[in-house]
């Protein structure tokens, strides 16, 4: 998008970013081709929730504040709900209403599944 400059690389993501915010967290599983969402495994991974480069820059691209206000949301559940400002660290598999999964394999992890959250 940011370096092809073609008109159709700018007008495409609408289509696929356009939705009302939810007052839950982004789906993990989208197809592409249909735009069916659901979450396969029934959580959502928190690198997956919050990508804010992607969306912001498509703001930037597009003009449509939306997408940037979005990722904003995402960060204010994931901070009412596991009270990151408390604690600092987030486990790395949450529910879709922003809660850590109860499961003996959600761990806090700066690697894999939690990394893209805190860059």
Known sequence: LGLSGEALA?????SVGDSEPQERLP???VNLGTGEVQN???YVSLAEA???LEWKT????TGNCSYAAAQDKVLKIVN???QLEARGLAPILVTPEGK???SPGNCISLGSRGDSFYE
């Open 10 to 14: 700018k007008k495409q993501p609408r």
């Open 100 to 102: 850590g999964l109860q």
């Open 50 to 52: 919050y990508v804010p």
């Open 40 to 42: 396969l495994a029934g």
């Open 58 to 61: 498509l703001t930037l691209f």
């Open 27 to 29: 789906f993990s599983d």
């Open 80 to 82: 009412e709900s596991l």
